[in-house]
């Protein structure tokens, strides 16, 4: 959950990272299958393994089936934890929004914080399984995950405009924030990233 830097000499380096499951047997050939095609293997946790790479070696994951295969395994490690914390995470709020008094804050603070990792866990295994369908070019599957995501978010904000609860209200807010403000992020990024290639195109 984290990482050290370590001061070296000035190098441009690209980077990729994989998540596989390895058995004690599987190790070995796993990386020496990375060395052989030009990736440096620089450090794992768990079922995540990071790799570089001098500026433009080929890809490990280069056709479909393998980039495929990349986000089936990414999903797969990424479901253990994500399924059963968002139940948990649910059960608690369902509780803390049908107790009272003491019991209700308590709860209320654990939901909280449970929400708090629970939002980008699963934004992250949408977003796992939205880059795999692209890649199987299942574009109803992508679109249909859109619009559930802006349906949950318009119930979102219908139930802070009509329904009074300090708890409901709580998680509502929550759940708007958690799809407002990336989405805010990811056009400010898109609209800079454009700035930037229309500058380009401007010198040359």
């Known amino acids: 959950m984290g990482y050290t830097l370590k001061k070296g000499e000035s190098s441009d380096y690209i980077y990729s990272v994989d998540y596989r499951s390895l058995k004690v047997d599987e190790e070995e050939e796993y990386f020496d299958f990375f060395s052989s095609s030009g990736w440096a293997h ?35 490690s990424m479901n253990y934890f994500a399924i059963p914390f968002v139940l ?14 003491k019991l209700q804050s308590i709860l209320l603070t654990i939901a909280v914080i449970f929400t708090v990792i629970a939002i980008p866990t699963t934004m992250t295994v949408i977003a796992t399984y939205n880059n795999k369908w692209k890649v199987k070019e299942k574009n109803g599957l992508v679109n249909l995950l859109k619009t559930i995501l802006v349906l949950i978010f318009l119930i979102a904000v219908l139930i802070l405009l009509y329904v009074n609860g300090s708890a409901v209200n709580i998680f509502a807010y929550m759940i708007v924030g958690a799809i407002a403000l990336p989405t805010a992020i990811w056009a400010i990024m898109s609209l800079y990233q454009k700035m930037g290639e229309k500058k380009a195109k401007g010198i040359e």
């Open 88 to 101: 948990i995470t649910v059960l608690t709020w369902v509780v803390a929004i049908i107790s009272s008094g």
């Open 42 to 76: 620089i450090a794992s946790e768990g079922d995540i393994h990071l790799f570089r790479a001098q500026p433009n070696t080929n890809p490990i994951y280069s056709d479909r089936d393998t980039s495929v295969e990349k986000y089936e395994n990414s999903a797969r």
